[in-house]
């Protein structure tokens, strides 16, 4: 069974840049196909979806985080990473990662079949 596990600092200053780590195991990021989402939640709403990599390497973004998003992986490692630039209060929320068999941008749990147990990150000087 798939695993996923968020990494990275959680506390972030403003105008800084987050950076995420999700390492998977239990499956090749690379195998089948199937997308690793990143998703957060701000304090008292609900989640939202902020982007993904595909299996075979293509990159998706939520049109309103693209301009300070950015995806990538290291197969060799079996990780996808985040990293969100020029961030703000606003940016604060639990980060996690997920898989799903679709492209979806929904913020329903059960778009996607495997969680990590997510990540606080706070910004905040």
């Known amino acids: 069974q798939v695993q996923l596990q ?57 049109p309103s985080l693209k301009s300070r998003t950015s995806i990538s992986r290291d197969t060799s490692k079996n990780q996808f990473t985040l990293q969100l630039r020029s961030v703000t209060p606003e940016d604060t929320a639990v980060y996690y990662c997920a898989r799903s068999t679709t492209l979806t941008t929904s913020g329903n749990r059960n778009e996607y079949n495997s969680w990590g147990q997510g990540t606080q990150v706070t910004v905040s000087s």
């Open 6 to 62: 968020e990494s990275g600092p959680g506390l972030v200053k403003p105008s800084q840049t987050l950076s995420l780590t999700c390492t998977v195991s239990g499956g090749s990021i690379t195998r089948n196909y199937y997308y690793y989402n990143w998703i957060r939640q701000p304090p008292g709403k609900g989640l939202e979806w902020m982007g993904a990599t595909a299996s075979d390497g293509s990159i998706y973004y939520s």
